[in-house]
Every structure is written in C-alpha cells, then in structure tokens.
C-alpha cells in the first residue's frame, strides 16, 4: 500500500523564516514592517492558493519568497514612470505619453510644484479662476470668445455634453460613433453624460435632411466628432460643420465639435492634409470646440474648450467642473505649450511634437547613419542592422492615414525571433521601444530627441 503523497502547503516557509534570509536583510533595516510582513504573507497566500487549486505543485522555499518579495519592494521604490526612447515610428504614442513636453513646459511645472496661485487672485487677496492665465492666451489664439480646461479631451466632451443637453437627445452621425484607443467611445460618453444619443444617417452617408429630422423631433444638441483614427472613403457624405452650425441655429440648438487633435496650426505646412484647426471650428461658428492638450498641441494631457461666452459660464457652473478640474502643474505647462503658438515660425524650436514632425527625411537619414554602428555593435552577432525606408506616423488619432516619410534602422536577426530582439532593447537603461515588423525589429529616427540617451542606453549592455 501506498502512503499519501505528503501535503504540499506543509512546505510554505512561515512568515520569520522568510524575513530572516539574505536578500530582505537591507530591506528590512529600512522598510516599514508591517507593510513588509504584509506583502510577505500575501505572498504565501498566493502561492497557497496555487497549491490548492492544482496550477503549482511544489511549495517556495524561504529563499525564494524572499527574492520574490524583494523585487516586489524594489519596484515599490522605483520610479512609477519611467522615461523610454520611443522610436516606434508613431511620434505621439498614446500609451508611451503622448506628446513630449517642451523644455519651457518641464521648467513651468518646477516652477508651480511647490506653492502656486493656481485658484488666487494676487491682486485681490481673494479666491480667483483657475482658467485666468490659460483663458486669454487659449481665445486670443483660436478666436474664440471665452475658454476653459479639465483634464482630458474624454473630460471635456462629458462635461460639454452633461451642461448643454442633460436628459437631452444629442444628434450625431452614426458615420462618427468613433472608438478612441483606450476605450474612449462616443455612445457610452454620451450615456454617461446623462444625455440620449439620437443617431443619424448611416455609417458611410449623413445628409442635412438627417439632422434636420432630429432637429424637428426635439435634438437639443448637434455633436460633430472628428472622426481621428480613421476615415470613411469611397460612397461618402458628412455634413461640413458650417452646415451643421446653420442648421443648428435655425432651431436654436448649439453645435458641439469634439476635434480630438485640435491642431492650432494647419499641419499641411508639413504635408500632412486634412487636420482641422480648432480657429477653423471656431469661424466655422461652432459653439463648443473640445480638443485635447496632449496630441498635435504637443502639451499635457488636458481637455481644452473653447467657445460661446454663455456656455462657458455654463460649463464652470457644473458641479462636474470641479471634478475634472486639472492641477496646477499641468496648467503650468499648458500655458507654457500654448504661449509657443504666439511665435509660430519658431514652433519646431520651441515643442518638440513639431521638431520630430517637421524633421526633413535628409536630417533622419543622417541620424540613422550616425547611429547605424552603434546599433550594429549592441547586436553584435545577433542581427544585421541595415537603413531602409519606411513612414512615420502622427499618431494618437490624429491625421489617419497621414504619414512622413522617414528612414529607419531595420535589425534582422541573425538567430531568434525578432520579438526577442525588441524585447532586449526594451531592457535597456533606458528602455528603447521600436515595433516588430516582418520578423524584424524597425527603429525609427524621426522619433528620437536625446540622440545621447540612446547611445548611453546601448552602451549599457
Ligand atoms: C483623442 C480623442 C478623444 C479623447 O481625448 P483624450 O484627451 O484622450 O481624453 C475624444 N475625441 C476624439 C475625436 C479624439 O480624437
């Protein structure tokens, strides 16, 4: 007869043993106690839970829950973001930040980390508006008559849509029921903006006569959402805002434009077409223009909106407001971002979403020729690095289909997989992200701003 086989929980060291072995010595000198036995015992819940449900069969011994819990401590103590040389050929990367802040920007939000008057009035002694200096540099620039910022484009459009139709049908076209990465989507916006969404026209085809009908049934408000990261081609009609705008008025109804990319400047100074500008939308008499900080403004992620003086006040009167109000660093930068647009012929010194988009291919094409045998030297054997054409894009739902020509440094693997290639480059200090195509690893140029970091981050390792 066979014995039982013995219990695998027996093995789970107890909570002393694994604060006494080596690798927690340092930690435990300096680290709060509790919070270390707290993630210890979590630790070994974890791996009893395994046990008992089957998915591991052999208990960790002290040794082991302690590296383990020493690396979990360790990423406590890093960075929560860190800084990563992003040549993935998308320049403004939503999950890699977005747009990169200028140096004036960086250096304005120093400047409010501490105290600032972010919400006072100097000269009064008195509470003030936290869209004071924002306000007049944001209307003097798109023409618009009054602004206000809250965190994020998302933000902006709920609020926006929360103030002017609660309870409300809002008319939009179903050709711009548009999906935003990360999960933004006009429909549940809208649902939980408390207003109803009265859908019109077809996906490929809206016509005025589409509105109108809503208008005639009760719409309270008319949404035009741009449609950023895709385009409709082919059989096609969408209604042009100056048409919405008029056929809003005809029925007393505001129209809301929700940009997305809100450019400032027509972006085909760089041959990149069909960006509408936020002054557009303005002249083109839009009530509401939302747009958002962070993409082809090249600032923070912030919701701007600009408009009618009325809903304005409208907007800050909503409870929701303060609920979505930004802080005073990102105002500090914002402003700063914004103030670059009071000099436009020096835009490309002054934010860096500029520099990268209006890098000629020639000055790319001598970046990667710099930086081809340094990248040959990292793989060594490894991979064969070679330039190769290739096109960047905008990114961040802005300018689909639009792209820049540019050069990249494509790296073939002589051994392994391509993956493996890209993920040895995101190790390093710092991580270097590129995209993996066709099997091999592309890092595009056109990206890079610290060519420095790039060659301390490869000579790393
Ligand atoms: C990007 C985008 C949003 C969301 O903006 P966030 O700043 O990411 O919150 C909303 N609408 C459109 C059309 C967009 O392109």
Redesign the pocket.
Known sequence: MSSPPPDPLRGLPAVHEVLEQPPLAEIRRSLDHDLLVAEIRKRLADHREALQSGTARKSPDAAALATETAEAVAAWEGPTVRAVINLTGTLLH?NLG?APLSEAAVAAMERAAATADVEYDLGHGTRGDRDQRVAPLLTRLTGAEAATVV???????LLALSTLARGEPVVVSRGEL?E???S?R?PD?MRHSGCRLREVGTTNRTHPRDYREALEAGGRVLLK?????YRVVGFTREVPLERLVALGREHGVPTVA????GALVDTGRWGLEGEPTVQGAIAAGADLV??????LLGGP???LLVGRAEWIRALKRNPLKRALRCDKVTLAALGETLRAYLHPDRLEEALPTYRMIGRPVSEVDELAQRLLPHLQRWAGDRARAEIVDGESQVG???LPGATLPTRLIALTPETGPATALAESLRALEPPVVGRVSGGRVLLDPRGLLEENALLQALASR
């Open positions: 939503t977005r965190n994020n484009n998302a933000a902006a459009v548009v935003i990465g990360g933004f006009i916006i959402a741009h449609t950023s990261n929700d940009l997305g990319s939302t747009f958002s900080g962070d993409k992620q912030a919701g961040s739902g802005s």
